[in-house]
């Protein structure tokens, strides 16, 4: 899509997969895409459909039963050979390198990344001095410019706060400050204003937008919000059981998308309908992963299936359709207008 | 416009929790007013928006409403075919004969469906425990309701686990409507729900408001959902009323500040609307409410009365009514 000097981060053909007694669950089956410096790229999907699991790949965070089973991930840090994060091993030194220093990441509920029994002021020190090669003393003194500069009232007062302390959106907030304390490459945000009132998502919205666009940092936005993505990113990923179905610049796939599934998604949004028009929805629900349909995984559902070529073989290959824009759907050229 | 008669009429509900300090000899150190002096009408067959964000007293207001909670103060006229009866004064025994009339659908269809009971025994439910059908008359009315809200007939042998969120959605719609009544109290009944499938379950409720000449009372934190389903919308702020209006007038043109900033902060699906949210600070503390204004310390309208004279919630000359200072002399 674009020039490999311009790619901080590379994911071709991912496939992460469960191992339960059932079988096995194929979470993510042959995601694609990148992410360019200082950009934002957000992966929108529904439940389910694997976009979660893209990023704890990412990171290697998956546990057993889970495994990364096929593809590469490749990190391209500035001035420095590319890392393969694939073929890294569970204990290396360059993985904890990646995980929290290149690479941070923060998710939809703050106490999941604090602990309730330390001041927010040890917790963001302990991940600098971890990362970087300074002093307590430095460490606390950055630990208090991040806090400033997340939007929060009194830093130095905060340090020695716990976190039930805090309101919802403070320590979203600070778990932000937290993951932008060491300066990281790439921030992956998995559902960061879910879990918060409209208002308070709106201030998060700003802050992230704010920070990425003065910081430089790359950020993978994870949501199943269209809105959220319109509001924050600059690439949009769709992803519909496991694959990624359409890859473009936000405004391009948000006005004129290209791949059905993306389509329906935005029609069926209420918002953009005004009054008691119906909605147009999506017929049927998103199949289990263990009955993936063969053929293009959205046929069943896609108002323009063609039966023999759409519903046959495997899944359509991500292509470019047009300049810069990618989908994954055979007919993408027939059916645009 | 508005019928001479509404189905529901609320006057100056407030539902206040004691707040007890802890230890043996426990007393009453505070209140927290969960809903506060709220009043309005809903007529028959409208679809009347609660929003506001969360602790704003929403969902207490409806559960109070119902009579899930026992009001502390107010009125809530609600009419039936020859007569009106106050809900809120109601002993219980003859709450129990009114319940049938209204019903409610709830948020979370994972925890709102009992995992040992079939569909059909879930669905059948309420009409057993309301004596109103049992053998082949009840086995009828679940397949026919189950129908209705797009299910199969034979779904009513198997469990809850084996249905998706949107089903077991439409399973809770099933149970609420068995009873036909004329009220629904539908608390974020899609907010759990995927964007495609939350669809099929809009044009669901809409259908069956048309069908079977429902009331809905929308209780949702999600303005984009209210604006589509609900014609009038009534925003909560820290227990109270603080706008009340048709919904399209609110999105275009918001008289109260918050309610302005609530509108502000959707994210639209479109880069070209930019989202420009200004307001610094965080919702009230229930417990701990400022004099005056509940909002004053946020607004960026404060004026001399505000810190000190709480407005009420009164109409305009357009009938669009709001609690706020900029609009009415104190």
């Known amino acids: 899509m674009a020039d490999n000097g311009d790619i901080l981060l590379e994911v071709r053909g991912l496939r992460t997969s469960f191992f339960l007694d059932e079988g096995e669950v194929r979470a993510v089956d042959g995601a694609t895409f990148s992410i360019r410096r200082g950009r934002i790229l957000a992966i929108v999907g529904e439940s389910g459909c694997g976009k979660s699991v893209t990023a704890y790949s990412v990171l290697r965070l998956i546990q057993p039963p889970g495994r990364i089973v096929g593809g590469r991930i490749v990190l391209y840090p500035r001035g420095r050979p590319p890392i393969d994060i694939t073929a890294l091993g569970e204990k290396s030194e360059t993985l904890y390198d990646v995980r929290g220093g290149r690479i941070s990441m923060i998710f939809q509920e703050p106490m999941t990344s604090l602990s309730p029994v330390h001041s927010v002021g040890n917790q963001i020190c302990e991940a600098v001095l971890l990362h970087q090669p300074v002093a307590r003393r430095e460490a606390e003194a950055r630990a208090v410019a991040m806090l400033g500069r997340v939007g929060i009232p009194g830093p130095e007062e905060r340090l020695r706060q716990y976190p039930h302390e805090l309101s919802g959106g403070m320590r979203q907030r600070v778990v932000i400050a937290m993951a932008l304390a060491c300066n990281p490459e790439l921030l992956i945000a998995d559902e960061p204003t879910t879990a918060l009132d409209m208002t308070i998502q709106a201030q998060v919205l700003a802050l992230i937008r704010t920070l990425q666009s003065d910081l430089g940092t790359s950020v993978l936005l994870i949501t199943h919000d269209l809105g959220v993505v319109a509001q924050t990113a600059a690439d949009v990923a769709v992803m519909y059981l496991g694959r990624i179905v359409e890859e473009a610049p936000v405004r391009a796939l948000l006005k004129d998308p290209r791949h059905p599934y993306a389509m329906g998604l935005l029609q069926s949004l209420p918002s953009l309908s005004q009054g008691r028009a119906r909605l147009p929805s999506i017929p049927g629900s998103v199949p289990a992963l263990t009955e993936i349909p063969p053929g293009c995984p959205f046929h069943p559902r896609c108002p323009y299936m063609q039966a023999g070529r759409c519903d046959t073989g495997g899944p359509p290959d991500l292509r470019e359709v047009a300049p810069d824009r990618l989908a994954a759907c055979l007919r993408a050229e027939e059916i645009h207008t | ?330």
Request: net charge positive; hydrophobic share 40%; glycine share 6%.
């Open chain 2, 1 to 330: 416009m508005k019928p001479a008669q509404p189905l529901l009429r609320v006057t100056a509900l407030s539902k206040h929790f004691p707040i007890h300090s802890r230890g043996f000899f426990s007393r009453q150190v505070g209140t927290v007013r969960a809903v506060d002096d709220v009043s309005f009408d809903v007529a028959p067959g409208e679809t009347l928006g609660l929003v506001g964000e969360s602790g704003c007293g929403k969902t207490t207001a409806a559960r109070t409403i119902l009579r899930a909670l026992r009001p502390t103060s107010g009125r809530v006229e609600f009419a039936l075919a020859d007569r009106c009866v106050d809900l809120a004064a109601l002993p219980e025994r003859a709450l129990k004969a009114l319940r049938p009339r209204m019903q409610m659908i709830f948020q979370d269809p994972f925890s709102s469906l009992n995992p040992r009971m079939t569909v059909g025994a879930i669905v059948g439910e309420p009409l057993v425990i309301h004596r109103m059908a049992r053998g082949r008359e009840l086995e009828d009315r679940v397949v026919d309701v189950l129908r209705r809200v797009g299910l199969k007939g034979e779904h009513r042998s198997r469990y809850p686990h084996a249905f998706s969120g949107g089903q077991r959605q439409r399973i809770g719609i099933a149970r609420a409507l068995i009873m036909n009544p004329a009220l629904v109290v539908c608390d974020e009944a899609v907010s759990a729900l995927d964007v495609s499938v939350q669809a099929q379950v809009i044009n669901l409720l809409e259908d069956l408001q048309d069908e079977l000449k429902l009331t809905y009372i929308f209780v949702a934190h999600d303005l984009g959902v209210v604006r589509h389903i609900s014609r009038r919308v009534a925003v909560m702020y820290a227990g109270r009323i603080v706008e009340l209006a048709p919904t399209e007038a609110v999105f275009k043109g918001a008289l109260h500040p918050y309610t302005r900033a609530l509108v502000s902060a959707v994210p639209y699906p479109d880069p070209d609307v930019r989202m420009n949210f200004r307001l610094a600070g965080e919702v009230a503390d229930p417990a701990h409410l400022p004099q005056g204004c509940a909002f004053h310390p946020r607004c960026p309208d404060r004026h001399a009365p505000c810190d000190k004279v709480r407005p009420d919630l009164r109409p305009l000359a357009d009938g669009r009514r709001v609690a706020c200072h900029l609009h009415h002399k104190p």
